[in-house]
């Protein structure tokens, strides 16, 4: 099970951070990825980060402005979101991934089989 947290409404050029709490999976070696969906779009990659916490990558139109860390002894992920653009306005989901990080799938989601229930984040301009 996976638990996301952290969203809310901001303004542009503001940071959230956003958390991924996972339970009853085995956390450590696999992938977690957090993906976003606007209104009347679909689902996109976000970033991802492998078991090791070596392995990460993020779409291009985050990278720079994204974060992603993990914290094993916590089981928790988190999304550090800074230089926020409206267009970053979505539901933010984070899942999981059985096998190691993998740079040609991490971004697709049925690569995943765990999802979390979304957490919403507003960033107003």
């Known amino acids: 099970q996976l638990q996301a947290s952290g969203g809310g409404l901001v303004q542009a050029g503001g940071s959230l951070r956003l958390s991924c709490v996972a339970s009853g999976v085995r956390f450590s070696r696999f992938t977690i990825g957090w993906f976003r969906q606007a209104p009347g779009k679909e689902r996109e990659a976000v970033s991802a980060i492998g078991w090791s916490g070596g392995s990460t990558a993020y779409a291009a139109s985050v990278e720079g402005r994204f974060t992603i860390s993990k914290d094993n002894a916590k089981n928790t992920v988190y999304l550090q979101m800074n230089s926020l653009e409206p267009e970053d306005t979505a539901v933010y989901y984070c899942?999981?991934?059985?096998?190691?990080?993998?740079?040609?799938?991490?971004?697709?989601?049925?690569?995943?089989?765990?999802w979390g229930q979304g957490t919403l984040v507003t960033v107003s301009s």
């Open positions: 899942a999981h991934s059985s096998g190691v990080f993998n740079s040609r799938s991490w971004f697709n989601p049925k690569s995943y089989y765990y």
